[in-house]
């Protein structure tokens, strides 16, 4: 009896099938989600790993549509940044190739005055 090895499926551009975040990078991004939760402003996350795109999306409230979206572009690395902060109108709040550069428009949005 032979054993047979399976075939893998061929990946004929030979990049990976979805974008995803490292684990670093979802270090940082998951340092500022957890102070900014402790500051009672957020309170749910979902993350999506599609072809193209990996998403972070940060909510107020969990039924709700996201309040910011931190994406990571890969094809955009060598234009204006892959990593990219995006507001609840679509509005790109701040777009970068350092991601705790580009993290600092969420910083400045948690930072109060204590009355």
């Known amino acids: 009896m032979t054993v047979q090895t399976p075939t893998p499926f061929p990946n004929a551009s030979g990049q990976p099938q979805q974008v995803a975040f490292d684990r670093a990078e979802l270090s940082v991004i998951l340092s500022l989600y957890g102070r900014a939760v402790a500051a009672g402003e957020w309170r749910d996350y979902g993350m999506s790993f599609l072809r193209d795109v990996a998403i972070f999306s940060i909510f107020r ?25 995006i507001g609840q109108q679509g509005q790109i709040l701040r777009r970068g190739h350092d991601l705790r550069t580009v993290l600092r428009v969420l910083e400045r949005k948690l930072i109060r005055s204590v009355d």
């Not at 709700?64 to 892959?82: H, T």
């Open 61 to 85: 409230r969990t039924a709700e549509v996201p309040v910011f979206r931190i994406e990571k572009r890969p094809a955009l690395r060598s234009k204006q940044g892959q990593y990219a902060v």
